[in-house]
Every structure is written in C-alpha cells, then in structure tokens.
C-alpha cells in the first residue's frame, strides 16, 4: 500500500513561489496517477491538478491554469506542486492523493471521495 507525505507548504507573500512535494513509500508509484486537490476553510475541496503515470499529460483545475506546474520523478517517488504567482485566495490545505484506476482526465470531474489514496495535508498561506 502506498503512503503519501506532502512537504513545503508555508506562508509566503503575494506574487511569491512555493513547491509542494509528495513523497510515496511503497511499491508501484509509476502506476498510480497523481494529482493535488486544496481545500480553504469553509469551502468544498476543489481540484488543483493531476498527472499521468509517465508524467507526459496533466490537466490543471481553472484556478491553477498558467501558475501551477504539477511534476513527478517516478525514480523518487515524488510528485511536486510547483506554484507561482500567489494570490491570497490559493491560501489552503493542499492534499496529495493518488489513484491506480481513474483515468487522469477523470480526475478533473470525479468526485475526490472516490480517490484511493490522501496524504495529510500541507498548509500553504499566501499574505496580501
């Protein structure tokens, strides 16, 4: 069974960067897709982006579409969040989470309940 651990999360400026990475213990990472979901407090968890196997296609949530930049080096075991360009409103709890099933372009329309697998979260706070 693979674990998820999620790293980099923190408080930065509007306009700043952040890379969030996600570390997975166990065997078989290249068959999982990849993706990150956020949640704000009182607000549903919404998709950020998600990630093929191979890591050649990903598809990216509206709000995260030309600032983040989802990654994985398979070789790692590690998926990575890289988000630029901050505004107040990505401040959140960024989760990882992973799934051997769902197609990468099903993550952009399922619901996340049905993904197999979640990290803890990471806190990311973005200052005005």
């Known amino acids: 069974q693979v674990q998820l651990v999620e790293s980099g999360g923190g408080l930065v400026q509007a306009g700043g960067s952040l890379r969030l990475s996600c570390a997975a213990s166990?065997?078989?990472?290249?068959?999982?897709?990849m993706g990150w979901f956020r949640q704000a407090p009182g607000l549903a968890r919404e998709f950020v982006a998600a990630i093929n196997r191979g890591g050649a296609n990903a598809y990216y949530g509206d709000s995260a579409k030309g600032r983040f930049t989802i990654s994985r080096d398979n070789a790692k075991n590690t998926v990575y969040l890289q988000m630029n360009s901050l505004k107040p409103e990505d401040t959140a709890v960024y989760y990882c989470a992973a799934d051997p099933l769902l197609s990468v372009e099903g993550w952009l329309s399922t619901n996340y309940r049905f993904l197999q697998l979640w990290g803890q979260g990471t806190l990311v706070t973005v200052s005005s």
């Open positions: 166990g065997r078989s990472f290249n068959s999982y897709v």
